[in-house]
C-alpha cells in the first residue's frame, strides 16, 4: 500500500515563508513525477509545481520566483519551499507522485492535504 503523508502546512503572515514536505512509503520500485497542487475554498485544484526524477522543475507563473521545488530520492519525498507568502497563496496543499508499484505500471497518488493559511 503506498502512502504519501504531507507535513509542514499551518498559518504564516504575509511575507512569510513556509516548507512543505511529503514522503512517500510502501512497496515503491519507482517514483517519476513528484509534484504539488493546491485548492482554495470555492476554487478548483490547480497545479503549483512539480519535478521529475532527474530533477527538471515546473511551476505554475503565480509563484514562479517565490516557490522551490525539491526531492530527496533516497527519502522518497519532495519538498515545496515557499517564500514571499500571499494572501491568495493560502490554499490546502496536496503531493502527488506517479509512481511504480508493479512492473510496467504507473499510477499517480495523492496525499490528504495539508493547510497553508496566509493571514495577519
Known amino acids: 500500500q503506498v502512502q504519501l503523508v504531507e507535513s509542514g502546512g499551518g498559518l504564516v503572515q504575509p511575507g512569510g515563508s513556509l516548507r512543505l514536505s511529503c514522503a512517500a512509503s510502501?512497496?515503491?520500485?519507482?517514483?517519476?513525477?513528484m509534484g504539488w497542487y493546491r485548492q482554495a475554498p470555492g476554487k478548483q485544484r490547480e497545479s503549483v509545481a512539480a519535478i521529475t526524477g532527474s530533477g527538471r522543475t515546473n511551476y505554475a507563473d503565480s509563484v514562479k520566483g517565490r516557490f522551490t521545488i525539491s526531492r530527496d530520492n533516497a527519502k522518497k519525498t519532495v519538498y515545496l519551499q515557499m517564500n514571499n507568502l500571499k494572501p491568495e497563496d493560502a490554499a490546502v496543499y496536496y503531493c502527488?507522485?506517479?509512481?511504480?508499484?508493479?512492473?510496467?505500471?504507473?499510477?499517480?497518488?495523492w496525499g490528504t492535504g495539508t493547510p497553508v493559511t496566509v493571514s495577519s
Open positions: 502527488n507522485a506517479d509512481i511504480s508499484v508493479l512492473p510496467g505500471e504507473l499510477k499517480r497518488y
Open positions: 510502501g512497496s515503491i520500485r519507482s517514483i517519476e513525477i
